[in-house]
RNA sequence: GCUGACGUAGCUCAAUUGGCAGAGCACCUGAUUUGUAAUCAGGCGGUUGCGAGUUCGAUUCUCGCCGUCAGCUCCA
């Protein structure tokens, strides 16, 4: 069989040319053997392989190092396969499923009798250790669908996978020591290249992630090359940890949860605050052109039989049951806009009037499943800032443009920067080829002209219409799908909206559904994490706390703190006899951005002696007026808090 | 919903093989009058999530229910 030549192009330029079926290693070796050292593995024309694979391939021949963030990945499978060795050594009776490389980290999946323990965990990561210090170099080998078989004849989530292979597909299997696992790799060349790694934890996991199929156990692990990466890796966790809502909100007193309200939030006063403050600016951002409403909480079944939620959506439904006909004919509203629809068809509408925004605050019901309850992230009472536009087609891009910019803006007054999705027709619609090129069209425009990049992604889009999402960044780097833009030309047909034109003929109009936080509650729970609880003082449900520094000036405490109430500000005065020292931990515990204090001296001047929220002994010394307008400035113009 | 772990004072956590349920903080009282991250002393506080069962005896063991947490997309 007479072998192939291919042509290989090193990133200086350089081509060389072997022969088909050469192993990466053995090219890498010829380009320096000083290289071949720091090779991890290689990436042919983009795509990853490990040193041990034969080259089936030309083009562009990148060695990867360390270095290269793509070699951690090829780190990480490895990972994945060490722990199943350790698994099986300790286990023989688990059955492997599969152990894929994940953003963070890695997982295996196994099949066992007795799920995995907390200590089982330990003993893997032991064994993991000695498994590693063995040395075993993964050996690749490429075998026939009957020699598959045999090879996994006790593991039929293998056999499985191997059934499923194409005809043509290549079918290699990787063994490391005693381990051999259907694998494509690719790999590092031996396991103790996999020194810095962690477990994690343990979790069900559906097999093929089929919640029909069989449970199976999961181990979350963790590998990097350096130890300071773990080691930070880990630290960033903790950090989280700590950042989490559900500890700080509890700690700076913002809402609690009861177990007879599962999936619903108790508001003390202070985070009210929040959600009132929040509400006001949104309010004052829609202040021109937005029509705010309210509809009911509770519908008959009729209306969701006209919207689609009464076949699609009642597994999610609080269903009312009905005195007099002993039936659950009434929902709880998951969302507004049947509502809204309802509320645009009370009358006759002028193309003059559009676009006609109705927006809302109203509380929605969703009965989630109990496990996907978490915190204020995930819950089944909510208040969304949700709004239904109607308008004409042509007015589409003017409006999309608009949105962009204000959805944008909002995040911007919390230091949130955000991405754009834009999500086209998917495979599964209505409306005609035409609608969705004039929609997609309109969307694309509107978002070339404000500028921002955004990201395509294409078929993803709702069956209804095209829509825009907004992934936002916090400060710890973590993503939040919140905002979305979504054009809808279904619900119109559904309810029979309708305006009548300049030609006195009557037309549909378009409806876009806009949220820009998702729900209070979830956005509200990525503040606290985003700024650890301190707040900007706009936000902080407490901004000032007054400080006597003894009994005798408490009176003179208690005055400031009314003058600065008086101003709009939200001062509270701790004077109980307690020392300085105690209260002012607590004032800093509680994140409250500023802390007066008021001694003798400053009784006697009118000063305040100012210590700013995480500034430590750093004080400031200035007349009750002057601090009084600067944090009344500081409300006014939402500012965030200083960097660091 | 499913798998696993967990549920002890308002909060954070203890309680050897089943043997009288504890601490710190918070709260209350008193003393202290404090100059920038915890003053001292005393006191109050619990049907150990709920309900059954096993046992002489259950926070501990078994079962059911409720709730919380991790996870259930990242494709050999």
Redesign the pocket.
Same mark, same amino acid.
């Given at each position: 069989m007479a072998t192939e030549t291919l042509q290989l192009v090193l990133p200086n330029g350089a081509t060389r040319d072997v022969a088909a079926g050469t192993l990466a290693r053995d090219v890498v070796a010829s380009i320096g053997p000083g290289l071949l050292k720091a090779a991890i593995a290689v990436a042919v024309d983009g795509d990853v392989q490990d040193l041990m694979t034969p080259i089936r391939t030309g083009g562009a021949f990148v060695v990867l190092k360390e270095s290269d963030p793509r070699s951690l990945a090829v780190l990480r499978?490895s990972g994945a396969h060490i722990l199943a060795t350790a698994v099986r050594r300790l286990r023989p009776d688990a059955r492997?499923? /599969?152990?894929?490389?994940? =953003?963070?980290g890695f &997982?295996y999946d196994f099949e066992v009798e007795k799920?995995?323990?907390?200590e089982d965990l330990a003993a893997f990561e032991a064994e993991m250790h000695k498994v590693v210090a063995e040395k075993y170099p993964f050996v690749r080998a490429e075998i026939s669908r009957a020699e598959?078989e045999k090879v996994f004849a006790d593991d039929p989530l293998?056999l499985e !996978?191997?059934a499923e292979?194409g005809e043509s597909?290549?079918?290699?299997?990787y063994t490391d020591g005693p381990f051999t696992?259907?694998?494509?790799g690719p790999h590092v060349p031996d396991t103790s290249y996999v020194k810095n790694f962690r477990l994690?934890?343990?979790?069900?996991? &559906?097999w093929?992630?089929?919640?029909r199929r069989q449970?199976l156990?999961?181990i &979350?692990a963790t590998a990097f090359w350096k130890k300071e990466d773990l080691d930070a890796h880990i630290h960033r966790l903790e950090e989280a940890r700590k950042r =989490?809502h559900?500890?700080v909100g509890?700690?700076l007193d913002l809402f609690m /949860?009861?177990?007879?309200a599962?999936?619903a939030a108790f508001w003390t006063e202070r985070g009210t605050f929040i959600i009132n403050t929040l509400n006001e600016y949104l309010r004052e951002l829609q202040r021109d052109g937005y029509q705010e409403i309210k509809t009911p909480l509770l519908y008959n079944k009729g209306l969701w039989e006209i919207s689609g939620h009464w076949g699609k959506y009642r597994e999610n439904m609080f269903l009312v049951l009905d005195n007099e006909t002993k039936e659950h004919d009434f929902s709880l509203k998951p969302m507004n806009c049947p509502s809204h629809y309802l509320m645009y068809n009370s009358r006759k509408h002028s193309y003059r009037e559009l676009p006609l925004r109705f927006s809302t605050y109203d509380v929605l019901h969703r009965n989630?499943?109990?496990?996907?309850?978490?915190?204020l992230t995930?819950v089944r009472q909510f208040q969304q800032d949700d709004c239904h536009i109607f308008l004409m087609e042509s007015q589409i891009a003017d409006e999309v443009r608009r949105l962009t910019d204000f959805i944008l803006g909002y995040y911007r007054t919390f230091g949130l920067s955000a991405a754009l999705r834009f999500a086209t027709r998917p495979p599964v619609r209505i409306g005609s080829d035409e609608m969705w090129d004039r929609a997609e069209g309109a969307l694309r425009a509107a978002l070339e002209e404000t500028g921002e990049p955004y990201e395509l992604k294409e078929g993803d889009g709702a069956f209804y219409g095209p829509k825009v999402d907004f992934d936002v960044t916090d400060s710890i780097g973590r993503h939040w799908q919140l905002g979305t833009i979504q054009l809808d030309y279904a619900a119109p047909e559904r309810f029979d909206l309708s305006y009548t034109g300049e030609d006195n003929a009557t037309h549909r109009p378009v409806v876009i559904h806009r949220a820009v936080s998702g729900s209070f509650e979830r956005f509200i729970a990525i503040l606290i994490e985003h700024f650890a609880g301190a707040f900007p003082v706009w936000l902080s449900p407490e901004q000032v706390r007054v400080?006597?520094?003894? =009994?005798?000036l408490a009176a003179t405490a208690h005055e400031v703190t009314a003058r600065l109430r008086a101003a709009g500000i939200r001062a509270s005065c701790d004077d !109980?006899?307690?020392?300085?020292?105690?209260r002012? !931990?607590?004032g800093?515990?509680m994140k409250v951005p500023y802390?007066a204090?008021?001694?003798?001296?400053?009784?006697e001047a009118g000063t305040l002696?100012?210590?700013e929220?995480?500034q430590? +002994? +750093?004080?400031e010394?200035v007349a009750v007026d002057a601090f009084t307008a600067r944090v009344q400035e500081e409300i006014r113009a939402r500012a965030l808090p200083a960097a660091g």
């Open positions: 499978h492997i499923g /599969f152990g894929p490389a994940i =953003d963070d &997982y799920p995995f323990t907390p598959g293998k !996978r191997l292979l597909e290549v079918i290699s299997t696992d259907l694998c494509r994690l934890s343990t979790a069900g996991a &559906y093929r992630g089929d919640e449970m156990q999961r &979350y =989490d559900r500890v509890k700690q /949860f009861h177990h007879f599962p999936g989630e499943v109990s496990g996907s309850l978490s915190g995930r400080l006597p520094i003894a =009994d005798d !109980r006899s307690e020392t300085l020292n105690y002012i !931990r607590e800093e515990t802390m204090v008021i001694g003798k001296r400053e009784a002696a100012v210590r929220r995480g430590g +002994k +750093k004080q010394v």
